[in-house]
């Protein structure tokens, strides 16, 4: 009789170990999940507000009225099922509406130009702009599905300033996008 009473209580004692060892692997996934995504989205913000500094201090040295993301020798990433945004810096000197004119540059991408177009969600917008309006502008953003092909997009875009009774072009640039996926450990953990 003593036999199976320590035999029971020893197996009870099993069973808890067990249920508690696997509560604290659980948590243990979940804490490092959220240290894994919180590192990642860090860095992309790291990433995001250097890009700004840049643009903003080389867009005012360079004596450009307009600078926008993607200009450079480098092409910024996007990705599927993420919000990808073209954006732009505009340093108006006085008060004066902008109209910017996107096409997709079907010798410069790799993906189909049509699937592009697509995606490209806004390819005309007017903004108006007062002197010391800093800020990125989301000009347009991209709605790429997940089953998109991998390549590269470049979008030419226009701007003109509107004033004074004529149509004057400030700024034409080619911007460079890289359409890639998420890393697998960026993909599986967030």
Do not use: H
Not at 63 to 68: D, S
Not at 147 to 156: S, T
């Amino acid at each position: 009789m003593k036999n199976r009473k320590g035999a029971i209580e020893l197996s009870m004692t099993t069973i808890v170990i067990v249920v508690l060892s696997l509560t604290l692997l659980i948590m243990g996934f979940v804490l490092i999940r959220n240290i894994m995504c919180g590192a990642i989205y860090l860095t992309q913000d790291i990433n995001d507000k250097a890009r700004e500094q840049v643009v903003s201090l080389f867009g005012s040295s360079s004596g450009n009225e307009v600078a926008c993301i993607g200009q450079g020798s480098e092409a910024v990433s996007i990705f599927p099922d993420s919000e990808n945004w073209i954006m732009c810096s505009i340093r108006a000197p006085e008060e004066s509406g902008y109209e910017f004119t996107l096409r997709v540059d079907d010798q410069l991408s790799d993906v189909d130009p049509v699937q592009i177009r697509r995606w490209l969600k806004a390819t005309n917008k007017k903004i108006t702009i007062a002197p010391g309006d800093d800020d990125l502008l989301k000009v347009s953003r991209f709605e790429i599905p997940n089953n998109a092909p991998e390549g590269n997009v470049a979008i030419d875009v226009e701007v003109r300033k509107s004033g004074a009774g004529a149509n004057n072009l400030v700024y034409s640039r080619t911007l460079s996008y890289q359409m890639t996926r998420k890393g697998a450990i960026r993909s599986v953990l967030c």
